[in-house]
């Protein structure tokens, strides 16, 4: 069973960035898909980014492209999400997930096996 540990969630001005790294206890060997998700209250969960750690295959969802950059580090099983020109619809609760396989349909809760228990981003003005 993969364990995911957040960090880096906080608070931020409008404009302002934020770093979320993600850590898993381990990875398949070949081709992990790992997401970046995020619920705020009373909305459904969201893909906001995804990566698949085998290859240079990244996702975005349209609200976020152009602002947010995800990366991974295959030394420290890390896969970070870097936030910048954050707006407060950014605010939520922020998610990493990840499947042992290829990236299907990859900004879709229902592709993912394994969650972390969630960092909260909040945005103000």
Known sequence: ???L???GGGSVQIGGSL??????????????????????????REGVAALDTGGISTYYADSVKGRFVISQDNA??????????????DTAMYYCAAHFGGCWNPLSPNS??????GTQ?????
């Open 1 to 3: 069973q993969v364990q």
């Open 5 to 7: 540990v957040e960090t």
């Open 19 to 44: 770093r979320l790294s993600c850590r898993a206890s381990r990875y398949a060997s070949k081709g992990n898909c790992v997401g970046w998700f995020r619920q705020a209250p009373g909305k459904e």
């Open 121 to 125: 981003v909040a945005v103000s003005s």
């Open 76 to 89: 420290e099983n890390t896969v970070s999400l870097q936030m910048n020109s954050l707006k407060p619809d």
């Open 112 to 117: 993912y096996h394994a969650w972390g228990q």
